[in-house]
């Protein structure tokens, strides 16, 4: 399992829930309804990009860790 850094856009999280519906062992809401990657290692890398995909406002962003490559959303050629 690749090491991930996942980061919440809150600015533009809308609160829906999603991703914790999908990975509670990674992402949880946090005082203001805005959701936050709390545990990274939480969750299969499978469960953690469905997660990210099933965000309605692509606030998550994924990266892989030790090769700096981003895996969600798709980067822009
Ligand atoms: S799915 Fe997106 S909008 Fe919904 S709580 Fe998670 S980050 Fe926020």
New binding site residues.
Partial sequence: MAKLNIT??KA?????????ETAPGV?Q?DGDE??EAYNPAGAADNVILA?AR???????TVVDADSGTQLFPAPKK
């Fill in positions: 919440v856009n533009r999280c809308v609160g829906s829930g999603d991703c914790v992402f809401m805005k959701s997660a099933a965000c309605p406002v692509k606030a998550i």
